[in-house]
């Protein structure tokens, strides 16, 4: 092993010293912002663009930017063929547009602010199609971006012509090198900012751009999760898009600092490890430090061998095969191993719940086509190999509530795991979920695995607790307000209060006033769940997307999620293939709880958590305590909402928002520690 170890770092320092010092790399830029159209007048093109402008200049160092705004047709051909004549022979040549854009027939256009577009014929005189941009990166030696934010709802009222108009932008295939993004993906609308000094999309990408170091998938990657965040109050959510054919290559917007490499023999270590990460101004030798960095914990023998294929021949793919031939004698050793060790006898998963017995599926389950997924070439590290997880410690189905009162410490050391109770007539009802152990984040393979949701990591409860079954609902919280213990009465949209689950309550509102309140009534302490115990709980032994399996259009039998029903009303949702009978909240425990005996932990509304948002969980705490560091300007909500996207239903989706943050798709579940 030690030996490995320091055949991976020798690899890396060689290459980067290999690469030290390469010639800048000569990048230009077209930036537009059209926003005083004569039909659809906008806010926010002209700050974006501005802005924009003003990051690739100043602070990534382009030679050189060309600055446009509201600029009418001519004005739009004469700025694409100026461009043109700099980018020619350019290494790295980006074209930003923020405005207006449309599609036909599928092909895409981009509009000036002259254009008036009575009719769709005129887009071909009034309109500069896609392809016309793409066409003017053709001198460009590496890397074409292009970056639309140009996807708002289209204004113009075109008539005649057999051709249909479509909202947002169409999807590409962009040649070799090329990058696209789109700031909404195909068929959907951009949010402009409005009462905001940009645009989310174009927010976002300006707090990633200038970070080194960042490859440029990932980089689009980051500004795809905070532009979700920031339009997660909307029925769909914005999603940006990135279409791109890239070669092995890495590109990055800003790289990492150059240093000059110390040539001075150093002392031999007990064990060389590999490198950090050394900067070099060079990306294949970023690359193969990154590679040499990441196949040292990677277990996953098919990923590496795929790994392994792309790198053949190179410092890269040695450190590759190195971990390929470790990874084979390490199972040869199991195998050995397993002839003499008798293995234990195989655990049973707890059997489903049946109190209450399972409503039936509210209509037929239909098939639908999942949401496209992103083209990918990064391939995303596997973590360090664990213990073999464990199942769920059996749960026995869930015993008739106690008394309506207050528990005494020997009522709560006779709790087992399923036991059921309440501790006054409107208070919460709360199951025992017993101590153990899960696997908390998604896997490298999961489908609509986000970054925030890594690294894979053990998370150990060694004690039982209390969670709410349910989601706290309107009754419970009307109880709180009656009391006089809540002063904000949260509207219920219209949709009723009784059984359906509270919406319209912040972090804030939950914390300093239900809580506070249901504490004095009790004696007890109630709180939020923190965010290790939400997936804990929601997993119950589960270690696929969902706690019932893999297949989104299940998700009828056990949540109320956005489904053919609501299809029928928003037309542009992205739907599970089924019907769950509701299309905005349903009361609390109208579908199948999990093994653990809890409703609802899929969709309904978003569950607030204890804890503060971190990025990542690099350094999450791994005894189930709720994580108090970082960015303590936002909170965790967990599990998705009525309107959410598929993807944002799975065990692992983390969202965040502001703590005085509002909406009619947030609410919350209580949890409460056990004594004895």
Same mark, same amino acid.
């Given at each position: ?342 293995? %234990? /006898?195989?655990?049973? #998963?707890? *059997? $489903?719940?049946?109190?209450? =017995? &399972?409503?039936? +599926?509210?209509? @037929?389950? !239909? ?12 391939? %995303? /590290?596997?973590?360090? #190999?664990? *213990? $073999?997880?464990?199942?769920? =410690? &059996?749960?026995? +189905?869930?015993? @008739?509530? !106690? ?13 087992? /795991? ?259």
């Amino acid at each position: 092993m030690r030996y490995v170890l320091r055949l991976i770092g020798a690899i890396c320092c060689t290459l980067v010293l290999a690469y030290a010092g390469p010639a800048e790399a000569r990048r230009v830029a077209l930036v537009i912002g059209n926003a005083d159209y004569k039909i659809g007048p906008l806010q926010n093109p002209g700050n974006d663009a501005t802005a924009v402008a003003e990051l690739l200049e100043k602070q990534l160092k382009f030679e050189k930017v060309f600055l446009k705004r509201n600029i009418g047709y001519d004005g739009f051909r004469s700025a694409l063929q100026e461009f043109s004549r700099e980018a020619a022979g350019a290494d790295v040549g980006v074209v930003y547009f923020a405005g207006h854009g449309t599609e036909v027939n599928g092909k895409n256009f981009l509009i000036p602010v002259d254009a008036t577009l009575t009719k769709a014929s005129a887009l071909d005189v009034e309109a500069i199609p896609l392809d016309t941009v793409l066409s003017q990166l053709s001198g460009v030696r590496k890397l074409k971006l292009v970056i639309l934010d140009a996807c708002r709802n289209n204004p113009f009222a075109m008539s005649g012509a057999k051709r249909t108009v479509g909202r947002g932008l169409a999807r590409i295939e962009p040649e070799d090198n090329t990058v696209v993004v789109y700031a909404a993906k195909d068929g959907t609308t951009a949010d402009d900012g409005v009462g905001r000094s940009h645009s989310p999309f174009t927010e976002a990408f300006l707090k990633h751009a200038a970070s080194p170091g960042i490859e440029i998938t990932l980089l689009f990657r980051r500004v795809r999760d905070d532009v979700i965040s920031a339009t997660s109050h909307e029925p769909q959510p914005q999603q940006p898009h990135v279409y791109f054919t890239l070669g092995s290559q890495e590109f990055y917007l800003q790289p990492q600092p150059a240093v000059v490499a110390d040539t001075k023999p150093a002392a031999q270590a007990p064990v060389a490890a590999p490198p950090t990460a050394p900067p070099s101004a060079s990306n294949d030798a970023l690359r193969v430090v990154r590679v040499c960095r990441e196949v040292e914990g990677m277990a996953n023998l098919a990923m590496l061998e795929l790994l392994y294929s792309q790198n053949k021949g190179t410092p890269a793919g040695q450190c590759v095969a190195i971990r390929i031939e470790q990874l084979k004698l390490e199972e040869q050793a199991k195998k050995k191993t397993a002839l003499v060790t008798p293995q %234990p /006898p195989a655990v049973s #998963p707890p *059997p $489903p719940k049946s109190d209450p =017995p &399972a409503p039936a +599926p509210r209509g @037929p389950q !239909q098939i639908v086509a999942s949401p496209p997924q992103q083209q990918q070439r990064v391939i %995303p /590290p596997v973590p360090t #190999p664990e *213990p $073999p997880q464990q199942q769920a =410690p &059996a749960v026995t +189905p869930p015993s @008739p509530p !106690q008394a309506v009162r207050p528990l005494g410490a020997a009522e709560e050391r006779a709790l087992r /795991p399923g036991s059921v109770f309440k501790e006054c007539d409107e208070c919460p009802e709360m199951v025992v979920v017993p101590a153990g152990n899960f696997m908390m984040g998604s896997p490298p393979q999961e489908p609509g695995r986000d970054n925030a949701e890594t690294p894979q990591h053990r998370v150990t409860f060694n004690r039982p607790f209390a969670a709410g079954r349910f989601e706290v609902t309107f009754a419970e919280w009307d109880a709180c307000v009656a009391s006089g213990g809540c002063r904000h009465r949260p509207n219920d949209e219209g949709w009723g209060r009784g059984k359906r689950p509270v919406i319209n309550v912040s972090w804030t509102d939950v914390t300093t006033e239900y809580l506070r309140w249901l504490n004095g009534k009790t004696g007890k302490t109630y709180r939020l769940l923190s965010e290790a115990e939400w997936e804990y709980v929601a997993r119950a032994g589960a270690t696929t997307r969902y706690f019932f399996g893999e297949d989104m259009n299940g998700l009828c039998t056990f949540a109320n999620v956005p489904d053919l029903a609501a299809k029928e009303k928003q037309k542009d949702w992205v739907i599970a293939g089924c019907r769950d009978g509701y299309f905005t909240t349903a009361p609390v425990g109208s579908f199948r709880p999990n093994a653990f005996g809890l409703y609802d932990v899929h969709g309904n509304v978003w569950e607030w958590v204890q804890d503060c948002w971190n990025p990542n969980y690099s350094v999450a705490p791994i005894d189930g305590s709720p994580w108090l560091l970082r960015e303590c300007n936002a909170r965790v909500l967990r599990g998705g909402a009525w309107n959410s996207l598929p993807q944002l239903l799975r065990l692992a989706n983390r969202g965040r928002n502001q703590p005085e943050f509002r909406s009619n798709f947030n609410g919350f579940r209580v949890a409460r520690n056990l004594g004895g």
